[in-house]
């Protein structure tokens, strides 16, 4: 029994939960702040290289900034890391949300009688739950949601380049 029939509203399904987008929006904070580690990495390490010591001061600083480059390789793979998560995540939301949405579809179609579904094509009821809610999950994955990444990627990483350098960054920006 579908619950439109026992007077319920029904359960709206596309809301998303509070907790899913927070999480989305802390891996895009997590992205920036891996992409902005990286940019100062860089600029340590690119002016480390281009150092010019002698002796056992050079020696030093040379393995100092091995280490740098290390940090930058392991900051590399921990924002690699990072996207694949944002990925994994967003779409566990569509399939949650487009689960629901069809399960809703599915309590209507029952709650139907033979005659309102005498007159439709069935190949058209499948193609609603099959091709559009897959177009509508992969909007949502990887469009909506990815898109609260990007700005939650875009804005700290322009602030910090502009910081850094305000000709970059306002480049950056104007771009």
Same mark, same amino acid.
């Given at each position: 029994m579908s619950t439109h029939q026992t007077g319920e509203p029904p359960e709206n399904p596309f809301r998303l939960a509070r907790l899913d987008v927070a999480r989305v929006i802390a891996l895009g904070l997590a992205q920036a702040g891996a992409l902005i580690a990286f940019v100062l990495l860089l600029i340590v390490v690119s002016r480390a290289v281009g150092a010019e010591t002698l002796g056992p001061v050079a020696d030093a600083a040379w393995r100092t900034t091995l280490l740098q480059i290390a940090g930058l390789a392991g900051v590399a793979v921990l924002y690699g890391l990072l996207r694949g998560w944002e990925f994994t995540l967003a779409e566990k939301i569509g399939y949650d949300l487009i689960r629901r949405l069809r399960m809703q579809m599915y309590g209507h179609l029952q709650g139907m009688t033979p005659a309102h579904v005498q007159g439709r094509s069935r190949g058209g009821l499948l193609l609603r739950f099959i091709g559009d809610l897959s177009m509508l999950r992969t909007w949502l994955s990887r469009?909506?949601?990815?898109?609260? %990444?990007?700005?939650?990627?875009?804005?700290? =990483? #322009? !602030?910090?380049?502009? %910081?850094?350098?305000?000709?970059?960054?306002? =480049? #950056? !920006?104007a771009v």
């Open positions: 469009g909506l949601l990815a898109g609260v %990444v990007a700005v939650a990627v875009l804005v700290p =990483t #322009l !602030v910090t380049l502009t %910081v850094l350098n305000f000709r970059i960054g306002l =480049t #950056l !920006v």
